[in-house]
């Protein structure tokens, strides 16, 4: 069973910082990689999809990594705002388009 | 509408009760998926639709769960005799292609049993 990992489960920083946040899978085959922020009480809106060929995606002051080789990815978060404040999650992109999610990290980024 | 809508947005059972949590995906979609998401956990997968074929059920926890997409469009997730474990958040999710397209989510559905 395919699973994925983030650590830690919630983080404080205060407004400005740089911050990275960390996803580890176990499926070395991995498809593509995702991650997501989430609202309290929302649905999730897509921020990066990293295809297995590429090794990072950008958009913003946001910037993913994938490492298929360690089995790892992390979002890193440039210049943080209140705004930012969220929960992320990575989630593995299966070629079926199943999501396989990580627990999440919240955020919260003190003005 | 423009996105992914769920009803209802919140529903209470009582232990015993059956519910019916309805996903209307974005006009044209191919996929449609459902996951379930505990407080404070990451969203579960459940099922998969590709136009009206239920082609992945794997993750429906017991048999109490059902799903149906009859048309290819509206979806039904259904729960019989609810559980206080079933309480969560069930999220509903379209894509246009098959495969690995991007996903929309909808806002969820929180159910409390109780």
């Known amino acids: 069973k395919q699973e994925v990992t983030q650590i830690p489960a919630a983080l404080s920083v205060p407004e400005g910082e740089n911050l990275v946040l960390n996803c580890s899978f176990t499926?070395?085959?991995?498809?593509?990689l995702q991650w997501f922020r989430q609202d309290p009480g929302k649905g999730l809106t897509s921020l990066l999809l990293?295809?297995?060929?590429?090794r990072e995606q950008t958009s913003g002051r946001l910037n993913a990594s994938l490492d298929k080789s360690s089995g790892r990815s992390t979002l890193y978060i440039a210049a943080s705002q209140p705004g930012d404040s969220a929960t992320y999650l990575c989630?593995?992109?299966?070629?079926?388009?199943?999501?396989?999610f990580g627990q999440g990290t919240t955020l919260q980024v003190k003005p | 509408g423009a996105g992914v809508s769920q009803s209802p947005r919140y529903k209470v059972a009582k232990r015993g009760q059956d519910v019916a949590l309805r996903c209307d995906p974005i006009?044209?979609?191919?996929?449609l998926f459902w996951y379930q998401q505990a407080l404070g956990q990451g969203p579960e997968f459940l099922t998969y639709?590709?136009?009206?074929?239920?082609?992945?059920k794997s993750g429906l926890p017991s048999d109490r769960f059902f799903a149906e997409r009859p048309e290819g469009s509206v979806s039904t997730l259904k729960i019989q005799r609810t559980q206080q474990e079933d309480s969560a958040v069930y999220l509903c999710?379209?894509?246009?292609?098959?495969?690995?397209?991007?996903?929309?989510f909808g806002q969820g559905t929180r159910l409390t049993v109780v």
């Open positions: 499926d070395s085959a991995i498809y593509n």
């Open positions: 990293i295809q297995s060929s590429q």
């Open positions: 639709f590709q136009n009206e074929a239920q082609l992945d």
């Open positions: 999710a379209s894509s246009l292609e098959t495969g690995s397209g991007e996903a929309f």
């Open positions: 989630a593995e992109l299966q070629n079926t388009g199943k999501l396989i």
């Open positions: 006009s044209g979609h191919v996929s």
